[in-house]
Every structure is written in structure tokens, then in C-alpha cells.
């Protein structure tokens, strides 16, 4: 093979290779954006909340992203509230679970302990399924396996909470849909939880639906 060619064939692969490894783009969701962070500033914002301490989980901004590690807690929970409550709205945001069991998010009620006050999670594990889980009976009301490598490359997953109604869509494709009355009432604000060791978020970005 001449030279010449082989060293197009290469930069056709590394190209290749280069755009697997993009971020989703956002979904074009409906309604009112009323919480966002990419997290490119040099510290998380003050905005967002976790418990501190030797024995607390870690979270740090790192290339560009929010690094969750549960460390010596028993998982790693951050959360961050609404300017004024809202009823029905969706999250959208990037995940990687790239070496812990499972990363989850969703909404808390109003109330002074967010992370008691949960009532579904959506979580991703690095194997690709995804799942609507109740948070207080810890059991899944649904899942789905879309079979892609999480562990590896992000993930944009979005979760729309309308009246009973929730729908879940992975890279823009919708995997779960089913009603629940868990899903219905105030907002408070959005959580973040990962348990069994570190994992990556970003992106984030919370709509209030019209």
C-alpha cells in the first residue's frame, strides 16, 4: 500500500474515532428553561448542595464536568433548588457512570430535606438500561436496556414529568413511557445521586413544561 494512502486511511479512522466519542447534542425539549449548568466554571456553583466532611461524598468540576465519588459516604447526593416551584418539567442532561453502579436524577417536593423527599429517580447503570425507580420502596417501576456502552460514552438522557404522564428518552429517543401518580405535585428542585463509586454529569438543564 502507498504511503500516501495509508496515512488517509489513518486520518479517516482517527476522525471516525474522534466523533463517536462526541456528547450527544441537547434535545429540543419544550417549555421554559429555568434551571442550567455545564459546569465550566473553575468551581460548582454555590447553588448546588451536599453535605461536607470527612465522611461526606466528593464532588468536584473536572475536565469540563461535575465529578461525583461517593468515597466514604453511603452514596453521593447533590442537589440544587428552584427559584419557585413548578408542577410539571423535564431535566435533560449528559451522564457517564464510567465506574460506579448506577447514576440517578429527578425532582424533590417542597420541604427542608430534598433527599428525603423523593418519590421517582431515573437511573443509568454503566451497562445501558435505565430505569423509573421508586424511590421509597426502591423497585423499579420500569425499565428498559438501551445497550449501549455508559460506562464509556455519554449519555443524554431526559425525563419529562407532565400531570401522571412520564416519558424517558435516551440520545433523543424515547425508551419508557408509563403514568404513575408519583410523578405529580410541586418541585422543588432537581437531585443528583450516584451510588457504588465515581462517576460524571453535565449539562444539566431543567425546563418548566407550558
Known amino acids: 500500500m502507498k504511503p500516501r494512502l495509508l496515512l488517509c486511511l489513518l486520518l479517516a479512522l482517527n476522525t471516525a ?15 421554559d428553561v429555568i434551571l442550567a449548568d455545564d459546569f465550566k466554571a473553575e468551581k460548582l456553583d454555590e447553588k448546588w448542595t451536599f453535605a461536607k466532611g470527612e465522611e461526606a461524598a466528593k464532588f468536584e468540576i473536572a475536565n469540563g464536568a461535575l465529578l461525583m465519588d461517593q468515597a466514604a459516604a453511603k452514596g453521593a447526593v447533590i442537589w440544587r433548588a428552584f427559584d419557585a416551584p413548578v408542577e410539571d418539567a423535564s431535566i435533560q442532561l449528559l451522564v457517564k457512570p464510567w465506574a460506579c453502579t448506577w447514576i440517578a436524577f429527578g425532582f424533590y417536593t417542597p420541604g427542608e430535606r430534598p433527599g ?30 438501551t445497550r449501549a456502552d455508559a460506562a464509556k460514552e455519554w449519555q443524554r438522557v431526559a425525563f419529562e414529568s407532565k400531570g401522571d404522564k412520564i416519558t424517558i428518552l435516551v440520545n433523543d429517543q424515547a425508551v ?8 405529580q405535585g410541586p418541585k422543588a428542585g432537581v437531585l443528583l445521586n450516584l451510588y457504588g463509586g465515581k462517576g ?11
Open 176 to 183: 419508557i413511557e408509563l403514568k404513575t401518580e408519583l410523578t
Open 116 to 145: 428525603a423527599q423523593r418519590k421517582i429517580n431515573i437511573a443509568l447503570t454503566p451497562t445501558g438500561v435505565v430505569a423509573v425507580r421508586d424511590v421509597e420502596s426502591q423497585t423499579n417501576l420500569k425499565a428498559a436496556n
Open 200 to 210: 460524571s454529569v453535565d449539562e444539566v438543564e431543567v425546563k418548566k413544561l407550558k
Open 17 to 31: 474515532h474522534a466523533a463517536e466519542k462526541k456528547p450527544p447534542k441537547a434535545m429540543r425539549l419544550k417549555g
